[in-house]
């Protein structure tokens, strides 16, 4: 005797399906809403940046974004061009050392610059406020 399963109408699955996406997704966003006012807005500082010191961090930023930009441009375009290679049906070993060394040299500088960029942020606040900036209390300008 073969056994005869059930068939559940497929549109009935599909609103079930939405009707448990669409829960989630409500309670994503509730949660998140809820989450971010417990927490305070994201421009409110634990201790308040001075005008001086919110200007001082601008200019840094800027100078980093000035000195990391390239880097961070030829950073892709040296991976774009080693998966191109790796594609290939014979990949040359050489050239893709070479791009291997040239991604380390740029990635290795590029950290460089986000250390360097991180101190320079860092002396800019006062030590209690570096404190809090390193528990993740002091909110980005």
Do not use: C
């Amino acid at each position: 005797m073969a056994s005869v399963t059930p068939r559940i109408p497929w549109k009935w699955l599909f609103f079930v399906s939405l009707f448990f996406n669409l829960s989630v997704l409500f309670s994503f966003v509730v949660f998140q809403t809820l989450d971010r006012a417990a927490s305070g807005s994201s421009k409110a500082y634990h201790f308040p940046l001075s005008q001086e010191q919110k200007q001082a961090i601008q200019a840094i930023r800027r100078a980093y974004r000035v000195n990391a930009q390239p880097i961070r441009a030829e950073l892709k375009h040296t991976r774009q061009v080693l998966w191109q290679t790796l594609t290939q049906a014979q990949p040359d070993s050489t050239v893709l050392d070479s791009l291997k060394k040239r991604i380390v040299e740029l990635d290795y500088t590029l950290r460089q610059y986000i250390y360097h960029y991180y101190i320079r942020e860092m002396l800019v606040l006062t030590p209690q406020q570096r404190q809090e900036r390193l528990k993740g209390k002091i909110a980005q300008p």
